[in-house]
């Protein structure tokens, strides 16, 4: 029994399986949406698109009394998200599809680290020793010197910077509101900050471009669902080596979809990453700790 209910790890690595699934067509759709629209654009039609799964959380919305430091939280929360989605778009039309999956495995690390940083979190000597490792993992990703790391590498290593800034600011405000809040807020805030990017290098899309960019929205919205519907079911200790699997399917999608090679040291040090965030999250559910080590899923767009 955990927190007075049942644990079912298997109903949680299937969800986390169905989660994986839809984050990886989010990205295959993207890729297979190409340069023509310009990454702002893109992420503002995403969230813009998506707002329209906000209704059932208008009455938490409106009901929900926010003071200045909230609007301050969900503002700096939502520019950091906002750069972050624009930055994986970028990266998305650069790289290939392994290696946006492998290198979005370190949002979790980065998120460990601001946790010590400005959560007080204690950084243990175990978990100093995952996070190097995660760090070498990220160097057999890129091979810096071994080959040329390009503008999509950097961009990417950027995204799961803020996307994990995104998060810990998350894990602040999920304390003080309803989560639909959370969840809400950040859509609008999102779309609001994108906006002004998007209009600047718009170019109009067809009906089938804004059907494509809908459908992102729609598995994003549906992953973000059933990785709760995982959580709920299962410990995050449970589900989180689940999302290895993510990798493997970007991995065998871009090279059957997407003529991208398949590049052993990416899926390598992919592999690494993820070993050291799941020891980490392992670390905390034994030691009982507030859990703040999210699975990888949690930082997706």
């Given at each position: 029994m955990d927190n007075g209910q049942t644990t079912r790890p298997l109903v949680g690595i299937l969800w986390m399986l169905v989660t994986g699934l839809c984050f990886v067509a989010v990205t295959a759709i993207v890729k297979y949406l190409g340069p023509r629209i310009p990454p702002e654009e893109q992420a503002f039609l995403r969230y813009f698109l998506g707002l329209v799964f906000l209704i059932p959380m208008l009455p938490a919305l409106l009901s929900t009394r926010l003071n200045g430091k909230l609007v301050l939280q969900f503002g700096a929360r939502g520019a950091l998200h906002a750069v972050g989605v624009m930055l994986w778009f970028y990266a998305m039309t650069r790289i290939p599809l392994a290696e946006v999956t492998a290198i979005n495995y370190?949002?979790?690390?980065?998120?460990?680290?601001?946790?010590?940083?400005?959560?007080?979190?204690?950084?243990?000597?175990?978990?100093?020793?995952?996070?190097?490792?995660?760090?070498?993992?990220?160097?057999?990703?890129?091979?810096?010197?071994?080959?040329?790391?390009?503008?999509g590498h950097m961009a990417m290593l950027l995204a799961a910077v803020l996307f994990g800034g995104s998060y810990l600011l998350a894990k602040v405000t999920v304390a003080k509101v309803p989560?639909?809040?959370?969840?809400?807020?950040?859509?609008?805030?999102?779309?609001?900050?994108?906006?002004?990017?998007?209009?600047?290098?718009?170019?109009?899309?067809?009906?089938?471009?804004?059907?494509?960019?809908?459908?992102?929205?729609c598995f994003a919205t549906a992953g973000h669902y059933t990785m709760t519907l995982a959580f709920a079911a299962a410990p995050v200790a449970v589900t989180q080596p689940v999302t290895f699997l993510q990798l493997v399917w970007a991995t065998a999608l871009g090279a059957l979809a997407f003529g991208e090679p398949v590049d052993f040291w990416v899926v390598l040090g992919g592999a690494i990453v993820l070993a050291s965030v799941t020891f980490i999250t392992w670390r905390e559910t034994m030691l009982n700790r507030r859990q703040i080590t999210p699975a990888t899923p949690a930082t997706k767009v």
């Open positions: 370190l949002a979790p690390v980065y998120v460990t680290l601001g946790a010590a940083l400005f959560l007080g979190e204690t950084l243990a000597m175990r978990r100093i020793a995952a996070v190097i490792t995660a760090l070498i993992g990220a160097i057999i990703i890129l091979r810096p010197g071994f080959r040329e790391v390009e503008s989560a639909a809040v959370v969840v809400g807020m950040l859509s609008i805030v999102v779309t609001m900050a994108l906006a002004p990017f998007a209009y600047a290098v718009w170019v109009t899309p067809t009906w089938a471009e804004i059907g494509i960019l809908f459908g992102v929205a």
